[in-house]
């Protein structure tokens, strides 16, 4: 297989203004990701999910390991918790 694909789309019902701005962001992304030797995804913490309200969650900064297996996910694609990624910065 030598070719990878990555699928962009949108809801039917949006307008041709989103679709072209959405198609020209993810051009970039891909631009970006095909000069990085091994692209990381960073996974950004939930936080005030509209769905979530409850008075037992601390929904202010939900990472994905209080509700994913990562090592799991990880064994697919390289991952991070953005904790790590702010991490590795040096300010």
Not at 53 to 74: A, G, K, R
Not at 75 to 82: A, F, G, L, M
């Amino acid at each position: 297989m030598g070719s990878g694909y990555l699928l962009c789309d949108l809801n039917p019902p949006e307008g041709i203004s989103l679709h072209r701005n959405v198609c020209i962001h993810i051009a970039f992304l891909l631009k970006t990701l095909l000069k990085m030797e091994e692209p990381v995804l960073v996974l950004s913490p939930w936080g005030h999910l509209y769905h979530w309200q409850s008075p037992d969650i601390n929904e202010v900064w939900i990472p994905w390991s209080d509700s994913f297996d990562l090592p799991s996910l990880n064994r697919n694609i390289p991952d991070i918790e953005y904790e790590q990624f702010i991490a590795g910065f040096t300010w």
